[in-house]
């Protein structure tokens, strides 16, 4: 059973090398939670594969320090797709 999990994390650490994908990413496309990816990539596979590991922080790294870049273009894109008067339903000023 232990070797799953292992070969898992090393999956994982391959699959965010490859497409520069973030912990979210790499969670949808194998069907876990970002809590088991991130387990996973900071924890077991620095015993599993150390190399692999310090190559997925750095993925990692450049994704946190992009995150809030992202999460503001998907704000924008947000209520720039918003009907004018949304939100403001109920209200009569």
């Given at each position: ?17 490859e497409n520069k994908a973030t912990v979210r ?23 599993v594969d150390p190399q692999l590991y310090k ?39």
């Amino acid at each position: 059973m232990k070797g799953i999990v292992e070969e898992r994390a090393v999956e994982l650490g391959e699959y965010i090398i490859e497409n520069k994908a973030t912990v979210r990413k790499a969670a949808k496309k194998f069907g876990v939670s970002k809590s088991t990816v991130h387990k996973d990539v900071a924890q077991r596979l620095k015993y599993v594969d150390p190399q692999l590991y310090k190559e997925v922080k750095s993925v990692l790294e450049v994704n946190k320090a992009q995150r809030h870049i992202r999460g503001g273009m998907a704000t924008r894109l947000k209520y720039k797709k918003e009907p004018v008067g949304a939100g403001t339903a109920g209200h009569n000023g």
